[in-house]
């Protein structure tokens, strides 16, 4: 069992601004980002160029952030949605969602791809590598907020942490199980799936298969939501319940488009 100190949540401070560390975790995940989605579009065979590339990141950017916060509470925190409706601009109360985040993501992709005249899938098997990286940088920085704890546990690696929300006892770091399948596994299995030529659509539907299996998994582990609890058949949580739908996405791409002929690599198309 490890007893985790209390820590700070502003990682460090410049005169009046305070940078917190779930804050500094959104900025390594979208620097890492940035940093390898450059180095793809600067391929000679790439969907985007360069400066395409830096005008998606913004446009999903703003897609995540408002997808997220609306996602969590429509999903996780309705009531004080239905009570309060500026409850949403309130992000300093804390709140976000993944599932929210990806749909974001997916208008704001929709809104470009439009805009732009090129393919959603396309952009789909572009940016799906970027992501592990900032999901990583999310976990850890729950982990260190000490929020979205695990359930009870007495293995080894158990944590006790700090603050009244975990009950002072020890339970799993559901954060980190995350973080290291989320992450670790999932970057460098779509990294490394994206490096051959796929049928449009598999990559990104590969990352949809395994983020939601993964989310599943390790939600068996995850305390459900206090405000929740388990929301269908006794056992599954939210989180488990919206990664269904993910996962039957995933596999829809990849077994249907993997009927379709290979995406040739200067094939762009709408």
């Known amino acids: 069992m490890i007893v985790l100190p209390e820590i700070d949540p502003v990682a460090f401070a410049i005169g009046p601004l305070e940078v917190r560390w779930y804050g ?52 996780y925190n309705s009531a004080a949605l239905i009570s309060d409706p500026l409850e949403i601009f309130k992000v300093w109360h804390g709140g976000m969602s993944f599932h929210g985040g990806l749909l974001g993501t997916v208008v704001a992709g929709f809104v470009f791809a439009g805009r732009n005249h090129l393919n959603i899938l396309d952009l789909g098997d572009f940016m799906a590598p970027l992501a592990p990286p900032g999901l990583f940088a999310g976990r850890i920085g729950n982990f260190i907020n000490g929020e979205l704890c695990g359930r009870q546990s007495d293995l080894p690696w158990a944590v006790v942490f700090p603050g ?105 198309s709408v």
């Not at 065979?45 to 509470?73: E, K, W």
């Not at 199980?177 to 449009?200: D, H, I």
């Open 24 to 75: 500094l975790m959104y900025f390594i995940g979208f620097a890492a980002a940035y940093i390898l989605g450059t180095k793809r579009a600067s391929k000679k065979h790439s969907p985007l160029t360069p400066t395409q590339f830096q005008d998606l990141l913004i446009s999903i950017l703003v897609g995540l952030v408002l997808g997220a916060r609306l996602g969590y509470m429509l999903f």
């Open 164 to 268: 009244p929300a975990a009950g002072a006892i020890s339970r799993h770091p559901s954060q980190l199980y995350e973080a290291f399948l989320e992450g670790v596994v999932l970057f460098f299995v779509v990294w490394s799936f994206s490096n051959k030529p796929r049928p449009r659509g598999a990559v990104f539907g590969l990352f949809l298969l395994l983020y939601g299996c993964f989310r599943f998994g390790v939600e068996f582990f995850r305390r459900p939501d206090i405000q929740l609890g388990f929301v269908a058949l006794d056992f599954l949580s939210m989180g488990q319940v919206l990664s269904l739908p993910m996962i039957a996405a995933g596999l829809f791409l990849i077994f249907y488009r993997k009927a379709r002929p290979l995406r040739t690599k200067g094939d762009h």
